[in-house]
């Protein structure tokens, strides 16, 4: 541990340089220039501005929330399409915005159809003072049934035409937003890549319904007597963001900057983003629910953390993980752990019990009566270190995962099928 590395937060994505990697995602949070530069006196690094089109009418309602055992808003869901402001207001927001503001990042997310429509707007957010531009190919409602958002996003040919387009006619980086309706998240970077593209971010939000007025029996949020699906987000995404990110991150022909979106609500958060290959993360759920001033803890536990474990520069930690993001046909077969629970810290709750029997592989069992207590006693013969009883237990680290040397060589499933490798015995199969 190094605890006295001095840390610098600067970020740099496709050459978009910021103070701190944290930004305001496009979206409510970052619709006006009042709101953008309170954020920045908040101590957000940049902003991507909501997104710049023709302007459109909005709904009402059009936010609903996915509530789960008394969280609330653990995931979030909204039907809101791009600006409904004037675009000369936009850009003369971001011409004030950039002049009290110079050192942070000002980036324009713009979604408008033809190549000519693409070359005017694109003047337009340089000549206010954009640092860099956001297409965004990604909204998966409202604008992709005009032909936008996703409706590019999904097909990487106009992905990659539609980028040629920006990347021609801007002096500034230009940023793809990729969409995660897809199937697989690679060809969709490439094609951006191809259109020459400086960096992605992602992931936009996730086409959903995110549930059902069950008195009324219409689907949420309700615009009178009807709804729609929407874009899904916030910290329920969060696996899904991961996985697209370091699916990317680990692609050999890919090799652009990634700008990480989706449920990042706090410091841990964005540094698992980093650690996956991110060099900037963008928040917007985390923002609707608490405010700005969320960014100032990000700020504070991003800085510990990379001076506790001697990284000077986003860029020494970013990518870290990325090696061991594998194939399941790559894992070691013959790695085996068995659960381990401690007596001191036990509350005898058997919480761990239940799941092993219902849900697992019934190697979990109440001690006998005679023992006179209420630990419950692991078959290790049977465990297959399988995590759900760590997972279920209340008591932070009573329950571990202790590796096991069974005296089996490494050996993964591609080398049992190509060289006959041989594997340990099986458990839990009775």
Not at 133 to 140: A, D, K, Q, R
Request: aromatic residues 6%.
């Amino acid at each position: 541990m190094a605890f006295g590395t001095s840390v610098d937060l600067t970020s740099n994505t496709g050459g978009i340089v910021t103070p701190n990697p944290f930004w305001l995602a496009s979206a409510p949070p970052a619709n006006s220039g009042a709101q953008i530069m309170r954020a920045f006196d908040a101590g957000w690094g940049g902003a991507v501005w909501k997104t710049l089109g023709t302007p459109i009418q909005n709904v009402s309602s059009r936010f609903g929330a996915l509530n789960f055992k008394g969280t609330r808003a653990i995931g979030f869901n909204n039907i809101e399409l791009i600006t409904d402001r004037p675009l000369e207001v936009n850009f003369r927001e971001i011409a004030e915005v950039k002049k009290r503001y110079p050192k942070h990042g000002v980036i324009v997310s713009l979604m408008v159809e033809t190549r000519d429509e693409w070359r005017d707007i694109i003047k337009r957010a340089i000549d206010a003072g954009a640092d860099g531009l956001e297409l965004n190919f990604g909204c998966p409602h409202g604008m992709c049934e005009r032909g936008m958002g996703s409706a590019v996003g999904q097909e990487p040919a106009l992905n990659e035409k539609i980028t040629s387009w920006a990347v021609e006619f801007s002096t500034v980086p230009v940023l793809v937003k990729l969409t995660p309706n897809v199937d697989e998240i690679n060809p969709h970077g490439l094609a951006a890549k191809r259109g020459g593209a400086h960096g992605v971010s992602l992931i936009n939000t996730i086409k959903s319904l995110i549930g059902v007025d069950i008195d009324r029996f219409v689907p949420e949020p309700r615009v009178g007597g009807l709804s729609t699906n929407g874009g899904y987000c916030g910290a329920a995404v969060k696996p899904i963001a991961m996985h697209m990110i370091g699916c990317l991150a680990r692609d050999p022909d890919f090799g652009l900057p990634i700008s990480g979106i989706g449920g990042v609500a706090n410091w841990r958060d964005a540094v698992e983003f980093i650690l996956l290959g991110c060099s900037s993360v963008q928040v917007c759920t985390e923002v609707m629910l608490r405010g700005y001033r969320v960014v100032g803890d990000m700020i504070e536990g991003l800085t510990e953390y990379m001076r506790s474990h001697g990284f000077s520069t986003i860029e020494e930690m970013r990518g870290k993980a990325v090696p061991q993001f594998s194939e399941w046909g790559e894992l070691d077969l013959n790695y085996e752990t068995v659960a381990k629970i401690d007596p001191a810290k036990c509350i005898g709750c058997h919480a761990c019990v239940v799941a092993c029997h219902d849900g697992a592989h019934q190697c979990i069992h109440p001690a006998p009566k005679e023992a006179g207590t209420r630990v419950p006693v692991v078959d290790e013969s049977e465990c297959v270190g399988c995590n759900l009883c760590q997972i279920v237990c209340p008591v932070p680290d009573c329950i571990t995962m202790a590796a096991v040397d069974n005296g089996f060589k490494p050996a993964t499933w591609n080398e049992f099928v190509s060289e006959g490798k041989p594997l340990r015995p099986k458990k839990g199969a009775h």
